[in-house]
């Protein structure tokens, strides 16, 4: 079955070291996006795309990164982690169609000590 | 810009009790509406949706209705389940052929008690 995995689901990191997070979607989407969730703001949207080679900032995109080489993945790296990045990452993808259902991985739980 | 806004609970329910979770937004043109669930430590899943006004989400049980005039997507269900506690986001897609981001509400945290 077609399936949206994530990894690693945790990970614990340090102040100033650069992370990845992995998102990789099997059904061929075109648009992929990330998201963290915190507590009292819901789920924020930090970048997207929407075809291979095209990248896109949302609305709190500062300190991290993303690159889109193939459809399948769109890794996640934050460039020098901070402890206000710690939070719980989605990675989400859907079609460019009108139905534009966004289907949603399992999640990685970030802490930065 | 786009804005979704929820009651942030959180709600706590008997079972077989009526549920209402109320959802606001605002948006230019004619947006298209979505109510997503996240149970505990999973994803985010699609519960229902509406892409214009006077339409009527259904599933599961739940549902809710595009309302132009009142700006609003509330979610009901008239008999809950211990099986229905998670939390309940509302979102937006905006208009625009090409825009496919969401919006999201900052989620409603439903617990109900046998």
């Known amino acids: 079955d077609a399936e949206i995995t994530q990894s690693p689901r945790h990970k614990i990191t340090e102040t100033g070291r650069q992370v990845t997070l992995a998102c990789h979607q099997t059904w061929n989407h075109n648009n992929m996006f990330w998201y963290r969730q915190d507590l009292g703001h819901g789920l924020r949207l930090i970048h997207y795309s929407y075809g291979v080679q095209d990248t896109n900032k949302g609305e709190v995109s500062d300190g991290y990164s993303v690159s889109r080489s193939n459809t399948e993945d769109l890794p996640l790296t934050l460039e020098s982690a901070a402890s206000s990045q710690t939070s719980v990452y989605f990675c989400?993808?859907?079609?460019?169609?009108?139905?534009?259902?966004?289907?949603f991985g399992p999640g990685t739980r970030l802490t930065v000590l | 810009g786009n804005s979704v806004t929820q009651m942030e609970g959180p709600v706590t329910l008997s079972e077989e009790a009526f549920l209402t979770i109320n959802c606001t937004y605002t948006a230019t043109g004619y947006p298209s509406l979505f109510w997503y669930v996240q149970y505990p430590g999973e994803g985010l899943q699609l519960l229902l949706k509406?892409?214009?006004?006077?339409d009527k989400g259904s599933n599961k049980g739940f549902e809710a209705t595009y309302r132009k005039e009142t700006t609003s997507f509330h979610l009901e269900k008239g008999s809950v389940q211990v099986s229905d506690s998670a939390v309940y986001f509302c979102a937006l897609r905006g208009s625009g052929g090409s825009n496919y981001k969401l919006t999201f509400g900052k989620g409603t945290l439903l617990t109900v008690n046998p």
């Open positions: 509406a892409t214009k006004a006077d």
């Open positions: 989400a993808s859907s079609t460019s169609g009108a139905l534009n259902e966004q289907f």
